[in-house]
């Protein structure tokens, strides 16, 4: 079943409106998480790594201003697209580990955000 | 981390095998080789992972060439559910950090 869960699923929001995306581990503790974002037909691209109870560190050429994220707690972090804008339309997905060393990555299901 | 090649796409016939190249010529020594794949509109599976030598689970099994500079993921009786972009990364251990190239997109025909 899935470890990592995203939420919502979906999502379609006016432009200049903010849209908060949740990514848990469902029966693990992660420190850390990581966010992407993937175009049509394009590939996922990295934006930041979500570290628990510290600032996320951001991709070269992402405004962390733009996407907020948080990590409060060692099961949930959060993506906050703010002012949203139609270019901003994407599929969003959060992955999280769970081992120490070379242990899988999970991946959540996405959050395919339309900005009209 | 080290950059990989893949071919754009392939495909196969139903119930043979799919066999993936991937070069990852600049691999250094605490270097993994990961496989995800990624069926339309859903987050990436992880598929395997290795570093030296082949390995094996209920997936798939990871053909890894002896100087790591190559390697070949083999779906040994594809179903049509296998049809999917399918991703190998070369990570570090001492970072979990995934960056996707572009993948080879299978499709397993009827």
């Known amino acids: 079943g899935a470890v990592v869960s995203q939420h919502p699923s979906w999502v379609i929001c006016k432009s200049g409106t903010s849209v908060k995306i949740e990514c848990r581990s469902l029966?693990?503790?992660?420190?850390?998480m990581f966010w992407y974002r993937q175009f049509p037909k394009q590939s996922l691209m990295l934006m930041a790594t979500?570290?628990?109870?510290?600032?996320?560190?951001?991709e070269q050429g992402v405004e962390k201003d733009k996407f907020l994220i948080n990590h409060a707690s060692l099961t949930l972090s959060t993506l906050t697209v703010t002012s949203a804008h139609p270019e901003d339309s994407s599929f969003y997905i959060c992955?999280?580990?769970?081992?120490?060393?070379?242990?899988?990555?999970?991946f959540g299901e996405g959050s395919r955000l339309t900005v009209l | 981390d080290a950059k990989t090649t893949q071919p754009t796409s392939m495909d196969c016939a139903e119930g043979r095998a799919a066999n993936l190249p991937c070069n990852h010529s600049?691999?250094?020594?605490?270097?993994?080789v990961y496989w995800y794949r990624q069926i339309h509109s859903q987050g990436p599976q992880y598929i395997i992972h290795?570093?030296?030598n082949n390995e094996t689970n209920e997936m798939a099994s990871l053909i890894i060439t002896e100087d790591r500079k190559s390697s070949t993921l083999i779906l040994p009786h594809a179903t049509l559910r296998d049809t999917a972009v399918y991703y190998c990364?070369?990570?570090?251990?001492?970072?979990?950090?995934?960056?996707f190239g572009s993948g080879t997109r299978l499709l397993v025909r009827p």
């Open positions: 992955s999280a580990t769970r081992d120490r060393g070379p242990g899988e990555l999970f």
């Open positions: 029966d693990f503790q992660a420190t850390t």
């Open positions: 979500s570290n628990e109870g510290s600032k996320a560190t951001y």
């Open positions: 600049t691999i250094s020594g605490n270097e993994y």
């Open positions: 290795g570093l030296k």
């Open positions: 990364i070369v990570r570090m251990d001492s970072s979990y950090k995934l960056i």
